[in-house]
C-alpha cells in the first residue's frame, strides 16, 4: 500500500511523528463505518459482461469523476465488478489526478472477489480543491475480468492494457457499455437523498418443494440510502396468512450489498409467498421490494442435478476461454452438475460421435462454442435462447436453476468387468405422481483427461485436456421409456462392451478408450413435439467402477442378458431371447431390425452398432461385420 504526502518540512514531520506517538490513530473505514456515505459512478445492479484479451495481461480500469468535492470531501471505497479468476494477481486501486501519468495520489492492495467487490480504503483520500479525479483498479489476468453494464449514468470509462495507450469500452466494442464501478464519498451534504432505503435483487425462492421441509430463502440486500444500514426486516406472508418478521442486522454503507438467508416451509400444494423488506434502521417507507412468488410443494421431491451440456471442437479457437468462462458460473456447484462436451457444431475431430452431429443438427447449433443448460431456453437479454453463447451464463443463473427441486431422481449403479471390458449399468428412476409418464431415460458414457491438440485464441495446445466428451449414447438417443411400479419407482438395466479404441469419423486413425477416466451421465427428459425442445427434469453423474473379473460372473438383475450377439461373414445374428434388436452403422442409420421371428441379417462388411432390448434390460455392442 502506498499513499502521496505533499512536500513537509522538517517541523511538519517532527510534529507528525510526536502526534502519531501521543494520539490514538484514526480507525479505517472498515473499523468505523460513517453516518452517511454516497456512490458516484455506476449504481445499477447488473454486470452484463467481462473484458479482457484472452491472454496474461496487465489490465486497468477506470473512471472519472467530474467535481468530486460537491459529492463528498473523503473518498472512502470503491465498488467494482471484477471476474476474479484464478490467473488473477497483482491487484491494486488507484487515484489519479491526470490519467497519462504514472504517478498515483493513493493506491492500495487488495484481493479481489468474483463479482461486486466492496473495497474499503485503509485511509480516506481528501478531495477538498480537486475539479476531477480517476479512480479505478488494475490486475493482471490471462482471462476477462472487467466488468460492466450497459446504462446512462455518467462517468466515462477508461482502459488500459499493460502501458499502451488508454482506451475506452466502446473502442473495444462494448458500445453503450460503462465499467461497473463506483467511488464511495463521505463528508457532503445528502439531505437531498433517501436516508433510509433498502432494495434486494430478485429473491432466490423455488418454485418446487418437498412437502413437510424446510427450504432456505435466499437474497442480497443492496442499501440505496445515504445512512448506514444497520438492521432491516424480511417480512414473510403464506397465502394471505400471518406476516412473520425476520430482523436482520448489518453495518452497509451506500450500495454495499450483504447475502442473507433463513429457512421457511409451506403446506403441501400450490402456496402464494409474499417476501417484502421494512424496517430499514427502524424506519418504514422507502423500502423497494415487495414481490410475491408461487411456490409448489410436492409429497416426492429431489435435489437437482443440473445437465449442462457445451458445444465445442479442437478446431475452435473460442472454446477454450468460453469454457473458462462457463467453469466460473459453475465454481462451486461442480457436485451438482452433470456434464456432456459434445464435439459438434463447428467441425468434425477425433472425439465428434454421430449422436452429438445429430443433436446439433436437431437444435441448429451452427457455431462453437455453444452450450445448453438442461436443454430448455434461458432468458438471455430479455429473449428466450435455447442455445446461446457461454459469455452470457452467470453464476445466478446456474444458482437459479439449482434452487428448484425436481418431481423425480435418477440413482445409477455400475460394475465394470476389468478382464473383458465389459460394462453393467443399472438406472434407478423414482418420481412424484405429477412428474410426467412421457419422460424418458438417456444415458450416455463420456471420457475425461484424454490429452490431445487445441486451437485456442492465439496459441495451440499439443496437449490440451479434453474432459466430459461422449463415447457412446447407450440408450436410444430419443432416450428409453419408464414403465413405474405402484410405488413410482421405474428401473432399467444396460450392457457395453468398451473397446480398446474408438474409430475418428471420416478418418482411418483412431482414438483409445481409458475406461479408468470414464464416468456414465443419466439423465430423464421429455420431448416437446411442439416446439421441438427438451426439458431434463434431472440427471446423474457417476465414474466406473472398475470389478475384478469377467461378465460371466455377474449376478442376475446386474445385466446378465439372456441372449449372445455373432457376426460372421456377411451376417449378423442373435440367439436366445429378446425383443428387439436394431443395428445402426458408424454414422447412425438403422440398417437392420431384427426381433423373434427375423434373428439373422445379411449386412455388408463394416462396423455396426447393435442395440438389443430384452425383458432384462438393454444392451449396446459393437459388431464386426467381415467379407467373405
Keep these: 500500500m502506498h499513499y502521496h504526502f505533499f512536500p513537509i518540512n522538517i517541523f511538519c514531520l517532527v510534529f507528525a511523528l510526536v502526534a502519531h506517538a501521543c494520539f490514538p490513530c484514526k480507525a479505517s473505514a472498515q473499523d468505523a463505518k460513517p453516518e452517511q456515505t454516497l456512490s458516484a459512478g455506476y449504481t445499477g445492479y447488473s454486470i452484463h459482461g467481462y473484458w479482457g484479451t484472452g491472454n ?19 473518498i472512502i471505497a470503491l465498488r467494482c465488478a471484477i471476474g476474479a479468476n484464478e490467473s488473477v494477481a497483482d491487484c491494486k486501486i488507484f487515484i489519479k489526478k491526470d490519467l497519462e501519468k504514472d504517478e498515483n495520489l493513493y493506491e492500495q492492495a487488495f484481493v479481489p472477489a468474483y463479482g461486486w467487490n466492496y473495497i474499503h480504503f485503509d485511509f480516506p483520500f481528501n478531495t477538498a480543491g480537486m475539479e476531477e479525479l480517476y479512480i479505478g483498479y488494475e490486475l493482471t489476468t490471462a482471462e476477462e475480468a472487467i466488468g460492466y453494464g450497459y446504462s446512462a449514468e455518467e462517468g466515462a470509462g477508461y482502459l488500459r492494457v499493460n502501458n499502451s495507450a488508454w482506451t475506452t469500452l466502446s473502442q473495444q466494442g462494448r458500445n453503450g457499455a460503462v465499467h461497473g464501478m463506483s467511488a464511495i464519498f463521505e463528508g457532503g451534504d445528502y439531505q437531498g437523498y433517501e436516508q433510509n432505503a433498502v432494495n434486494m435483487e430478485d429473491a432466490l425462492l423455488p418454485g418446487r418443494v418437498k412437502a413437510g421441509e424446510d427450504f432456505l430463502l435466499e437474497g ?62 427502524g424506519e418504514s417507507g422507502h423500502l423497494h421490494f415487495d414481490r410475491t412468488y408461487t411456490v409448489h410443494a410436492y409429497p416426492k421431491a429431489f435435489p437437482k442435478t443440473l445437465l449442462v451440456e457445451y458445444f465445442t471442437s479442437q478446431n475452435c479457437a473460442n472454446c477454450p476461454e468460453g469454457k473458462a468462462v462457463l467453469d466460473k458460473a459453475l465454481r462451486g456447484h461442480e457436485g451438482e452438475t452433470a456434464m456432456i462436451t459434445h464435439h459438434a457444431g463447428f467441425s468434425n475431430d477425433r472425439f465428434t460421435i454421430q449422436e452429438s452431429l445429430s443433436l446439433a443438427e436437431r437444435w441448429d447449433v451452427l457455431s462453437a462454442p455453444s452450450m445448453m443448460l438442461d436443454r430448455s431456453p434461458a432468458r438471455i437479454n430479455g429473449t428466450e435462447m435455447l442455445v446461446f453463447h457461454p459469455a452470457y451464463v452467470t453464476a445466478g443463473m446456474i444458482r437459479e436453476r439449482l434452487a428448484d427441486y425436481a418431481l423425480a431422481n435418477v440413482e445409477i449403479s455400475n460394475h465394470f468387468y476389468t478382464d473383458d471390458n465389459h460394462l453393467a449399468i443399472h438406472a434407478k428412476v423414482e418420481k412424484d405422481e405429477a412428474f410426467p409418464a412421457s419422460a424418458k431415460l438417456h444415458v450416455f458414457l463420456c471420457e475425461n483427461g484424454y490429452a490431445a491438440s487445441q486451437t485456442g485464441k492465439g496459441e495451440y495446445w499439443e496437449n490440451y485436456e479434453h474432459n466430459h466428451f461422449p463415447r457412446a449414447v447407450l440408450s436410444a438417443l430419443e432416450g428409453d421409456a ?37 464416468e456414465i451421465v443419466a439423465f430423464v427428459a421429455n420431448f416437446d413435439e411442439a416446439t421441438g425442445n427438451y426439458t431434463v427434469h434431472n440427471a446423474a453423474v457417476q465414474p466406473l467402477n472398475p470389478t475384478a473379473g469377467t461378465s460371466m460372473q455377474r449376478p442376475a438383475g446386474n445385466g446378465s442378458l439372456p441372449f449372445r450377439l455373432q457376426a460372421g461373414k456377411g451376417c449378423l445374428s442373435i440367439e436366445g431371447d429378446f425383443e428387439r434388436a436394431e443395428v ?37 455392442q459393437k459388431a464386426i461385420v467381415k467379407g467373405f
Excluded: W
Design 482 to 518: 419408464l414403465h413405474y411400479n405402484e410405488e413410482g419407482v421405474a428401473e432399467a438395466t444396460y450392457t457395453y462392451v468398451i473397446p480398446a479404441e474408438y474409430a475418428v469419423i471420416g478418418k482411418e486413425e483412431a482414438t483409445a478408450a481409458h475406461p479408468e477416466k470414464m
Design 584 to 620: 445402426y452403422s458408424l454414422s447412425g442409420r438403422l440398417a437392420a431390425t431384427l426381433g423373434k421371428a427375423r434373428r439373422t441379417v445379411l449386412l455388408p462388411p463394416g462396423i455396426y452398432i447393435v442395440r438389443t432390448a430384452s425383458t432384462d434390460g438393454i444392451s449396446v
Design 220 to 281: 442480497t440486500l443492496d442499501n440505496l440510502g445515504v445512512c448506514t444500514l444497520r438492521s432491516f426486516d424480511v417480512v414473510c406472508q403464506i397465502n394471505g396468512g400471518e406476516e412473520t418478521r425476520h430482523p436482520q442486522t448489518c453495518e452497509l454503507m451506500n450500495r454495499e450489498n450483504q447475502p442473507f438467508s433463513f429457512p421457511i416451509r409451506v403446506p403441501e400444494g400450490k402456496n402464494t409467498v409474499r417476501i417484502r423488506l421494512d424496517a430499514a434502521n
Design 56 to 74: 496474461r495481461a496487465h489490465l486497468s480500469a477506470a473512471i472519472r469523476l467530474a467535481n468530486p468535492a460537491e459529492k463528498g470531501n473523503r
